[in-house]
């Protein structure tokens, strides 16, 4: 039988990019099939991303990549009813994390690949999938095409693997994603930018905010989990701007956008890889969302990079699949995986994003109120926890999770 490429990736975001560029640099002949007019058309991030990664991928990308800002100031924000905790951190001239807008980010990453002599179909659509003699063939608005490796970069909804009926829809494993951009004045010097994480703004969901600095907008949006929604006070549709108006954010909305994010812990991430089939990033279900970080983007970078490499390795060894699995053991991704998985438990647990801040907030505020009542902080904290129903050792092992 032959063959349209070596390798056929299904997805232009930041997956299926680093995917061909890496598997390009190996020599291999790609093909790459994005629906969107251009890459990035129809990608949504809130927008920051960690560079460790990329400056892999694209060593100089801190002097040419269209970044916003460094993000140098991280806040974070508890509302509980009427009172709201905060506090910040901030690193003058860190470079660790940038907030970007995909439609820019991608699109520029999709040109180094062209350069670097990626094939990239725009405007094609795979519509399904089968398996044919030593390979699959991918059915597309364009025609077939048949390859005997491919990469599912195509996202939380990872088609490749649906249309083979080795996945299904799973809402319960995704969260909703919504995000606006907002435009307005910010008065930050250029090489600053802030990430706020914010909790306890909307009511019933059960999930966090965030506002990310851009150079003259704010992303603004949050990530809630689907089984939440229909105890919401605000119905999914409006969920962006209820939290936008809590938060007093003005200013003309340039973009409005919603999209699942995959949720699904390392203990419980589908099937990764299977004869002739890879995936990567969200496809793959590599997302941590632990209470401090969101991150996709450079485990999807650095996904994609591992099965550029492994595609070479697979094609030299008889197609084994498998050794991109034994190649992601080896790096960080499934590692940074699993150390979030307690984090990732706990927050899934009902009383923990709606009763820790609220206690918090409580104690906190009992300290800063003098009357002729006064306990000490410790009794304070354990009367506050037992309004709540949550035992001073059920707080502790909570703790322990929560640093682990
Ligand atoms: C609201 C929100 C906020 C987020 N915030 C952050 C953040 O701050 N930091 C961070 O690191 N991560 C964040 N993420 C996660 C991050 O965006 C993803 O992890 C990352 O985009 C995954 O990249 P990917 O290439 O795997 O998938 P995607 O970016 O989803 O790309 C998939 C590509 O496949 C294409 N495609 C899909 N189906 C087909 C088809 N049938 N045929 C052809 N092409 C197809 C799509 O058009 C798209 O270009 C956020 C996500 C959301 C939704």
New binding site residues.
């Given amino acids: 039988m032959s063959f349209d490429a070596d390798v056929i990736i299904?997805?232009?975001?930041?997956?299926?990019l680093s995917a061909g560029i890496t598997a390009v640099r190996e020599g291999l002949n790609v093909i790459l099939?994005?629906?969107?007019e251009y890459?990035g058309a129809?990608?949504?991030?809130?927008?920051?991303?960690?560079v460790h990664s990329l400056l892999k991928l694209i060593p100089d990308a801190l002097d040419k990549a269209p970044f916003e800002r460094p993000i140098t100031k991280e806040t974070f924000e508890f509302f509980c009813e009427n009172k709201k905790l905060s506090f910040s951190l901030e690193e003058k001239d860190k470079k660790n994390s940038f907030s970007v807008l995909r439609s820019k980010f991608d699109r520029w990453l999709a040109g180094e690949a062209e350069n670097l002599g990626l094939l990239i179909s725009y405007s094609?659509?795979?519509t399904d999938a089968h398996r044919e003699g030593n390979g699959i063939t991918l059915e597309t608005n364009r025609g077939a095409l048949k390859a005997p490796l491919v990469i599912d970069?195509?996202?939380?909804?990872s088609?490749v693997f649906r249309y083979l009926g080795l996945r299904n829809f799973s809402p319960s494993k995704w969260m909703l994603?919504?995000?606006e951009i907002v435009k307005t004045d910010i008065k930050m010097n250029d090489n600053e930018g802030e990430v706020r994480t914010i909790v306890g703004t909307i009511k019933g969901v059960k999930g966090g905010g965030?506002v990310?600095t851009n150079k003259d907008s704010l992303s603004v949006?949050m990530?809630v989990t689907f089984d939440s929604l229909p105890k919401s006070e605000y119905p999914a549709k409006d969920l962006v701007e209820g939290f936008r108006e809590k938060l007093g954010i003005d200013g003309e909305i340039l973009e409005y956008s919603a999209?699942a994010?995959p949720y699904y812990g390392y203990k419980n991430l589908p099937s990764i890889y299977t004869d002739n089939l890879i995936a990567?990033?969200?496809?793959a279900g590599f997302?941590i969302n632990d209470g401090f970080t969101?991150?996709?983007?450079?485990?999807?970078i650095a996904s994609g990079m591992i099965a550029g490499l492994s595609a070479k390795k697979i094609k030299d060894n008889g197609y084994k699949t498998e050794i991109y699995y034994d190649m992601l053991k080896e790096s960080f991704i499934l590692k940074h995986l699993e150390l979030a998985y307690n984090r990732f438990e706990l927050m899934n647990k009902a009383y923990t994003l709606n009763s820790y801040p609220e206690i918090l907030c409580n104690v906190l505020s009992d300290m800063f109120t003098v009357s002729e009542n006064r306990n000490t902080l410790i009794d304070d904290a354990i009367l506050r926890l037992k309004e709540k129903g949550i035992s001073l050792t059920q707080a502790i092992n909570d703790m322990w999770r929560m640093l682990k």
Avoid: C, P, Q, W
């Fill in positions: 299904v997805g232009g975001g930041l997956s299926g099939l994005e629906r969107g890459s129809k990608n949504l991030s809130g927008g920051r991303m960690y094609t659509l795979v970069a195509s996202g939380v909804t088609v994603g919504v995000k965030f990310y949006g990530a999209h994010i990567v990033g969200d496809s997302l969101i991150r996709g983007m450079d485990l999807a």
